[in-house]
């Protein structure tokens, strides 16, 4: 067991807690160890496919918005990297998603406080502090910082099978064997993901090329993300304070009206779908089969031979249907990822339906000493909003943990930039 206690131990290094790691870097106020347990920095490596764009502005980046002179900005990296002209003369419509995990790997390796290949295995609280145990040492520390992100979801009826080579969640798409040539492809999922397998497939000629792609969605169409300016505000430090004032009731439905806000397919990806069937269609006159089917819900899979049949039900007609499929692609979704090392400690924080309850801070309410604090990143939906899974506000969130830390006031100024008044006005 190391002898020092630290002021936070930081659980996972994606995104989230990178961009707390970048804000405290060099601080000496608040002693800070990372672990993460992969052996390097990696962002979602397996859907790393070659047209992948960011979903957000480059200046959502780990630090931008709370501090834009730090040296882990994205404009430092480009800088740092001797490209920043030729980046701006590229005119990206929008960036690569490969440029930006380029940049958190090197803000995550040019930092030592953060450890990979240290998977954190357990945690217990002695009454005063944290005993962190990951698959080398032993760590004390006064608060700590779950960030532990996402795991794929697939429906309970698929789980059995999946993982298999010709039967996998989108997650792993990249890193599977890519011998789709001449074979029936079935995706299952109308968001952005689902979206860039289809296009991955159907930009495949030749050999390489599928000979069908059915593509099922449960929505009523392929519909796109809104990503016009006062939906952009829903991604605001504003609306997420507003949305966490608000009761569950009303948070529920709100988040179900707006989904298109953050789930939807970007333009840019849909065009290019959209473009390349014209093209294959009527200028290639490919073979390629390619069945587009929304208002689907998929109810069940079975194997048949070495072949899968996926039953879904139309929501139109009430009809089933089966698709026969050499490779099955479920593109259903993420859920934030479970925290088996919590154990016995788990059982003493509070709940919300399936997440942790957080104060305004993202600090678990939970029954243990008021100065000791489980900070929970990515994992507060139903409690923050639309933003809170996604890359928007992670800047802020890390300040506002690292304020609470610190016992520092916030900054009122970070809160208020939006043009929506999201609240009621005050009766005089
Ligand atoms: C393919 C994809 C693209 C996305 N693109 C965008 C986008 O363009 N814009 C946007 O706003 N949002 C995007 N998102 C959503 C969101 O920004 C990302 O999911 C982001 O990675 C979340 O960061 P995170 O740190 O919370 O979690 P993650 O990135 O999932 O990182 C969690 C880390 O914790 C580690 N870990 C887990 N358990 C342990 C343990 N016990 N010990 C040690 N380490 C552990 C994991 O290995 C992982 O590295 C995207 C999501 C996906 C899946």
Known sequence: MEKDIYDCVGIGCGPSNLSIAAQLYGTHEVRNIFFERKSEFSWHSGMMLPDAGLQVSIFKDLVTLTEPTNRFSFISYLHQHG????????????????????????????NENINFDEDVRGIIFDGNHFAVQTSRRKVLCKHIIIGVGIEPYTPDFARPYADSETHFHVY?????????????????????????VVLELLRRTGMEAPCQVSWISRRDNFSPMDDSPFTNDLFTPAHSNFFYRQDTTFRKAFLKRNELASDGISEHTLRSIYQRLYTMRYIEHSPMQVSLMPSRNASDVWREGSAWTLASQHLVSNTEEKH??????????????????????????????????????????????????????????????????????????AQIVINRILNRPHDPKLDADAFVYWGTLEVN
Do not use: C
């Open 83 to 110: 490209r920043l002209l030729t980046f701006l003369n590229a005119q990206f419509s929008q960036i690569s998603r490969l440029e930006f995990a380029a940049y958190l790997k090197w803000a995550a390796h040019s």
């Open 172 to 196: 792993e798409f990249a890193h599977k064997p890519r011998q789709v040539g001449g074979r029936r492809v079935v995706v299952v999922g109308g968001g952005q993901s689902g979206a860039e």
């Open 324 to 397: 026969k499929a050499d490779i099955l692609v479920w593109a259903t979704g993420f859920r934030p990822a479970a925290h088996p090392f919590m154990g016995a400690l788990g059982r003493r924080l509070e709940r919300e339906g399936s997440e942790i309850r957080v104060d305004r801070d993202y600090a678990a309410i939970w029954a243990g000493p008021a100065d000791r604090h489980i900070f929970v990143l990515n994992a507060a939906r139903s409690q923050r909003g639309l933003a809170d899974p996604n890359l928007s506000l992670m800047a802020w969130r």
